[in-house]
């Protein structure tokens, strides 16, 4: 195994993993030297991915389930959404991993490392990675793995996303595999923003996964108690077998997340400030982001692509929604009941997805408390200038 390489990815999951398939596909990138390093082997199901998205996307074949309806249940509102011509999107992480390191595996300039990285620098002519003890350089590093906890300040706000997930099964035909629920608000608040979504995979099996929106963990027997009661009061589940279950905790904060250290490592996924604030969602950004660093490089030989100012136009919005949750003025069941009560679902997806244009956005402010959410954005608008 080589030390020197054109390109070090710190990081083989979604977002490392995307960004090499890209590199392979362009004319210009598939013979660089890529060394791809992980602490862990990613031969488990240990998470899945959703999101939503027009027409066939770049892993279409290794979608496990897609729904064009989805179920919203809310404050005193619920209803089955047409979301047309948006499909929502099931992807498993064992799937993605196996395709896309057989894919890889086709390149012999592509080499995988197991391995922890305990440091990563930049100088002006290269990147340097620390893993196992040993020293491997390369032009530029991509890093979607070694991100510090951030410096908290009064400034922004720090909110988590954590969820429990069960897969089940059950001997009975429960299930409408066509219609999936994205977001179910029926269960206690206790002062959060707390969901379940279900998706069914078939007539006996579905994911059920419960969901928060809080600055603090709960105690695992909590979630467990939750997925209980659901299954048994809003499902009607008798008898029904756990075959998978999925833990996970993703941020929520305005602050902003570095692209760039130094003139050599550029953060990706997650670390690199592509989950959305305000849902979670992070795949289809990272998709975005890998297209854009590949461009760049193709372009410029650089990796550094230009800001988009409608990013940081929705980067506000984010801000603002997480503001007036953690100020506590608008509940979350009632703002995203109002939103999907207001708002042709699919306009909203498109809002939700940093891709409608100002027009719209103002059209959807106005389904929400337009005071509270003026002053918050105020704040948030003034807390960036100064």
């Known amino acids: 195994m080589l030390t020197q390489y054109d390109y070090i990815i710190a990081g083989g999951g979604a977002a490392g993993l995307s960004l090499a398939y890209y590199m392979s596909l362009s004319t210009e990138l598939k013979n660089k030297k890529i060394l791809i390093v992980d602490q862990a082997k990613k031969d488990k199901n240990d998470r899945t991915w959703c999101f939503w998205e027009q027409g066939t996307g770049t892993f279409e ?49 592509i080499d995988f490392l197991q391995g922890k990285i305990t ?47 069960w897969q089940i099964e059950t001997d009975e ?16 608040q206790q002062g959060e923003t707390r969901f379940v979504y279900v998706l069914p995979f078939s007539e006996r099996s579905a994911l059920v996964e419960f969901t928060v929106f809080s600055p603090q963990l709960l105690p695992q027997s909590t979630y467990k108690a939750v997925l209980k009661a659901y299954c048994r009061d809003f499902l009607h589940l008798k008898n029904y077998r756990i075959s998978h279950t999925e833990f996970g905790v993703i941020p929520m904060t305005d602050q902003p997340f570095p692209v760039q250290t130094g003139q050599r490592i550029v953060h990706i996924g997650t670390a690199g400030g592509q989950t959305k604030p305000s849902t979670g969602y992070t795949f289809s950004n990272i998709q975005q982001q890998s297209k854009a660093i590949v461009q760049a ?18 980067k506000v919005y984010d801000s603002t929604l997480l503001r007036v949750l953690n100020e506590g003025n608008y509940s979350g069941k009632q703002i995203f009941t109002d939103l999907f009560q207001k708002n042709p679902a699919p306009k909203l997806l498109q809002f939700l997805d940093d891709d409608t244009k100002l027009l719209d956005e103002l059209r959807i402010f106005n389904t929400v408390p337009i005071p509270t959410f003026i002053k918050a954005m105020g704040k948030s608008v003034w807390r960036d200038l100064g």
């Open 61 to 109: 074949n290794i979608v496990q389930h897609s729904w064009d309806k989805l179920y919203f249940y809310g404050q005193d509102f619920e209803r089955l959404l047409n979301i047309a011509p948006y499909r929502y999107k099931l992807i498993s992480g064992i799937d993605f991993y196996n395709f896309v390191q057989k894919h890889l595996e086709q390149y012999s300039t």
């Open 119 to 165: 440091a990563i620098n930049s100088t002006s002519n290269q990147a340097t990675a620390q893993i196992e003890g040993k020293t491997y350089t390369a032009n530029f590093l991509f890093n979607s793995s070694f991100r510090p906890e951030p410096d908290k300040t009064d400034r922004y706000t720090y909110w988590l996303q954590h969820f429990l997930g």
């Open 173 to 188: 035909a429960i299930f409408t595999p066509k219609e999936a629920t994205l977001m179910d608000f029926r269960i206690e």
């Open 297 to 314: 490089l193709q372009q410029t030989g650089q990796p550094f692509y230009p800001k988009s100012y409608k990013k940081q136009r929705f």
